[in-house]
DNA sequence: CCTACCGATCGGTAGG
DNA sequence: CCTACCGATCGGTAGG
């Protein structure tokens, strides 16, 4: 009844924290801001949050939730190592390109998070990482993948990557962020090296 | 006389700053907290300081000046480009590695710059990265690199990479920054896929 | 969703 | 480097 196209009041304060949270950084950003960029005063607010923190949460735990999804999904499919990591690259850059301001304030404000909500995110964010290592080590296993890479710096490198996107992905560039995940998988798993023929 | 062993007054006073901002973000720091590290008094500070800003200031632009110096060096140098790209990401390693936590301040804290700072810092920054993009761009008129590569895709990985790395690198750790440079470059350059023989 | 307001904390200054 | 203090702003509540 009440999607998308009609966001509730809610949402719609979340949706505007958003922008705001990108722009100055959670710490910087005032519950006062937050009311004008909304048209009404701050207390007003608490009618439809508890807290600037609870805004925060449903932010950062909403997107944890789609990024696991999305992995989930990968995780099922049969196929060459290689392909799986090319499609959680490509999934994990869809969760993102459905809400760029969202992917920017889980990325850089998710450390305002007090306990035990820190907590618990930076443990959906590990298991997340290593379920990505996971892939990469079967690539070594099966051969496809240099039996000699550092899985660690590997899987830092690709969510180095990945996190940053939201800093300078321009969503009305004429790549789409499906192209922009295979040629990010591409160059990772190819190099940027001209093959020998 | 007084350098590196024997640190000034204000430079203690910046190192302890670039911890606080790296722990809780700039802007959640407040100079009590900072006062309280250092022993002494907020209001104390200030005879070491002119404000707040000021040691973001000179944290911002101190490492800029060190990026830059590293980056002429390997300019200087001849050889092919796959090679330049190589010492370039080396030297910028090494210039994080020499103070991580500042290194920290500078990624994820520039943005608290107050105009015309910010504005300065940004020119800077986008003077760095398209200088390693034409390394770049070499290797693709040379041959070494592919011709179809996607360079601002590439460059943007780069630093992706780059500037992440505060974030989880262990200075403890048994890999020195030169072989960590040396590894992320290979992986760049090389790719995960195992080479054809 | 508003008015009116709270105690806490902020960056910074005066004057020593 | 300290005491004493400033005006401004913070997140949030009471009561309608």
Same mark, same amino acid.
Request: charged share 25%; proline share 3%; with cysteine.
């Given at each position: 009844?009440?999607?998308?196209?009609?966001?509730?009041?809610?949402?719609?304060?979340?949706?505007?924290?958003?922008?705001?949270?990108?722009?100055?950084?959670?710490?910087?950003?005032?519950?006062?801001?937050?009311?004008?960029?909304?048209?009404?005063?701050?207390?007003?607010?608490?009618?439809?949050?508890?807290?600037?923190?609870?805004?925060?949460?449903? *932010?950062?735990?909403?997107?944890?939730?789609?990024?696991?999804?999305?992995?989930?999904?990968?995780?099922?499919?049969?196929?060459?190592?290689?392909?799986?990591?090319?499609?959680?690259?490509?999934?994990?850059?869809?969760?993102?390109?459905?809400?760029?301001?969202?992917?920017?304030?889980?990325?850089?404000?998710?450390?305002?998070?007090?306990?035990?909500?820190?907590?618990?995110? *930076?443990?959906?964010?590990?298991?997340?990482?290593?379920?990505?290592?996971?892939?990469?080590?079967?690539?070594?296993?099966?051969?496809?993948?240099?039996?000699?890479?550092?899985?660690?710096?590997?899987?830092?490198?690709?969510?180095?990557?990945?996190?940053?996107?939201?800093?300078?992905?321009?969503?009305?560039?004429?790549?789409?962020?499906?192209?922009?995940?295979?040629?990010?998988?591409?160059? *990772?798993?190819?190099?940027?090296?001209?093959?020998?023929?």
């Amino acid at each position: 009844m009440d999607t998308s196209v009609n966001l509730s009041r809610k949402e719609q304060v979340i949706r505007k924290a958003a922008e705001l949270f990108r722009e100055k950084g959670y710490a910087a950003s005032s519950m006062r801001d937050l009311a004008q960029k909304l048209g009404i005063e701050a207390a007003s607010l608490y009618s439809h949050i508890k807290s600037k923190e609870e805004i925060l949460q449903s *932010l950062c735990f909403d997107l944890a939730t789609e990024f696991r999804k999305s992995l989930e999904e990968v995780e099922k499919q049969k196929g060459p190592a290689s392909e799986k990591l090319r499609k959680g690259i490509i999934g994990h850059i869809q969760v993102m390109a459905k809400d760029l301001t969202a992917a920017a304030v889980f990325m850089n404000e998710h450390r305002h998070l007090s306990q035990p909500y820190l907590r618990q995110f *930076l443990l959906l964010r590990i298991n997340y990482i290593n379920r990505f290592k996971d892939i990469i080590e079967e690539g070594i296993q099966t051969g496809e993948f240099k039996e000699n890479i550092d899985k660690k710096l590997a899987v830092m490198t690709l969510f180095s990557s990945l996190n940053w996107m939201p800093q300078w992905y321009d969503p009305h560039s004429n790549i789409v962020p499906q192209d922009l995940g295979q040629q990010l998988s591409d160059m *990772l798993i190819n190099g940027l090296k001209r093959q020998k023929h």
